[in-house]
């Protein structure tokens, strides 16, 4: 018993020692008085978390002769951050429920207090409490993950009269916000938020990376240009993707793909009723295209960058990715091969939109003073160059071109082009985007992510096998029919009971829809295959 006792007691102390031993400031920034340490939290890679250090704290040193250090915090993809700081607020408000109220903190106040349409006490509570997490900014995402900490409350506007937050930024710097700078919203996307809690600091796209051996060696002239390329039979098990739980990111940019059908499918259409049926229709389209590109999946990965890795070391054909990251790849392998790439990347032309990377300030943030400084930095063109500026030029980044897009229109002149990466890429040009209708697909942001994860990734092995069969048995009607059956989450479900059902918070709820879903579609993909294996 002795020894036993001993032995769980030191599996305890094993498991403790990274939480009980951690030290309250890390190494790095110990030296640095606290109103000099800025603790950001962001799914940004290291060198962007690198680049924007250095010059930031160079900004500082010339601007207001400061010495300045950053402690970064990166537990992951925008999920998982979500994951951490709803945690952490939990926690922080039931302490500073603790310490300044009469009455006892209820367990159910953990949840309410996150939820915008609550009218309980704790929420009330919540939204005029400077409760913190001992973090100062969120750097970095998509607009939704953002609109979602808004919603939430953990994002906060700061100060216009204390010159704090993105409120003092505003303040001090007026004709930054504006269509000739920042626009509050281009091609339907929100690129400053209405509540001004967040700003975008720069734009990220959606497209189309492919290895041009395969496509030599398989003598494809074709190569991919749009979207329903990729559910081309040619490309069986040879598309990389990324998890869309893992990444809001990753959601919007399929989500992208049934805006496009959906708008294609209602242009010319003149009445409500035809373009409520056209919308029909186009759902439908968009979720067979990106069935079909899941079914022609590799993998669904939940590391983003792996994604451009594996199609330029021929591991994969073709994959969907973040265009900075493919331009990246392709720098790297022209800069190792005399110029030459074995990848090419592409934009689809009216299938993707330029969304932001926002930036925000945390509510109870321990350092508002110098996270506005950190905002106002991003958005002043010093900040904006470090974004699009080859490395080594003067104002430029140091080790890393991170070929990134600046948000603000008026970056886009020839004198700051003849430094950039990618001086012919403007995103604020006419005709280029899709222009993002949020009435279309906005408001069911999380139910979209659900579906996809029950059609595509709990039933992959599924999918896959009767895409297979399909393929091999060149398409029986009844089979591909059956492959294709959206009844069950056509437009009006998805976006009526579905979204509601989600919106309520119930995550034992959430789980139960997702399993009954994801096992009606593994049901019908078994059938399509057995349909086609008997050529009907």
């Not at 041009?212 to 993707?241: E, K």
């Not at 079914?295 to 900075?324: H, Q």
């Not at 009006?492 to 119930?506: E, F, I, K, M, S």
Request: glycine letters at 8%; proline letters at 5%.
């Amino acid at each position: 018993m002795g020894r036993y006792l001993i032995l769980f007691l030191a599996l305890i102390a094993v498991i403790a020692a990274p939480v009980v031993l951690k030290p309250a400031v890390s190494a790095r920034t110990r030296d640095f008085a606290p109103q000099d340490r800025l603790v950001i939290i962001t799914p940004h890679v290291e060198a962007i978390r690198y680049e924007f250090e250095i010059a930031f704290q160079q900004w500082m040193k010339e601007k207001h002769g400061r010495s300045v250090v950053i402690d970064w915090r990166v537990p992951g993809g925008t999920s998982e951050i979500a994951k951490v700081v709803t945690s952490e607020y939990q926690a922080s408000l039931e302490n500073y429920w603790k310490h300044h109220r009469p009455d006892r903190w209820q367990d159910s106040y953990g949840r309410e207090f996150l939820e915008a349409t609550s009218k309980s006490e704790a929420r009330t509570v919540w939204l005029a409490s400077d409760a913190g997490i001992g973090i100062d900014l969120f750097f970095g995402g998509g607009s939704p993950d953002f609109s979602d900490m808004r919603k939430k409350g953990c994002l906060v506007t700061g100060d216009a009269k204390a010159g704090t937050g993105l409120a003092g930024v505003k303040a001090a710097h007026p004709d930054w916000f504006s269509d000739k700078a920042i626009p509050a919203k281009w091609a339907g996307e929100t690129y400053i938020d209405p509540d001004f809690t967040w700003v975008g600091t720069c734009l990220s796209t959606f497209g189309l990376c492919y290895n041009l051996d395969f496509h030599q060696r398989r003598h494809l002239t074709a190569l991919p240009q749009q979207w329903v390329d990729l559910t081309n039979p040619v490309y069986q098990n040879q598309v990389a993707l990324a998890d869309p739980g893992k990444s809001g990111t990753v959601v919007k940019m399929l989500e992208t793909i049934l805006q496009q059908a959906m708008q294609e499918a209602a242009r010319g259409a003149t009445t409500p009723a035809a373009k409520n049926a056209a919308w029909d229709k186009g759902w439908i389209q968009g979720l067979t295209t990106i069935q079909r590109i899941g079914a022609n999946a590799r993998y669904w990965t939940d590391s983003s960058t792996k994604i451009p890795l594996d199609v330029s070391d021929g591991e994969a054909a073709a994959g969907m990715c973040i265009d900075f990251y493919a331009r990246n790849f392709i720098d790297r392998l022209e800069q190792f091969n005399n110029g030459h790439s074995r990848m090419a990347f592409t934009l689809p032309v009216g299938g993707t939109t330029p969304s932001v990377d926002p930036i925000g300030m945390f509510r109870g943030a321990p350092n508002p003073e110098l996270a506005t400084r950190f905002i106002e930095f991003n958005l002043s063109m010093e900040g904006q160059r470090l974004w699009a500026y080859k490395k080594s030029e003067p104002g430029g980044p140091r080790q890393t071109s991170l070929r990134r897009l600046p948000v603000r229109r008026d970056y886009y002149v020839p004198a700051n082009l003849a430094h950039a990466s990618d001086p012919d890429i403007l995103p604020f040009a006419d005709g280029t985007a899709l222009v993002y209708d949020a009435s279309l697909t906005g408001s069911s942001f999380t139910a979209i992510r659900l579906v996809i994860r029950a059609m595509c990734l709990d039933t992959h092995d599924e999918l896959k096998e009767a895409w297979a069969a399909l393929i091999e048995n060149h398409f029986p009607p009844q089979a591909t029919a059956a492959l294709g059956n959206f009844d069950m989450v056509n437009r009006a479900n998805v976006t009526g009971t579905l979204t509601a059902t989600l919106r309520q918070g119930d995550k034992m709820v959430a789980a139960e829809l997702s399993r009954n879903l994801a096992q009606q579609f593994r049901q019908q993909y078994r059938h399509a295959a057995d349909l086609a294996r008997r050529g009907m």
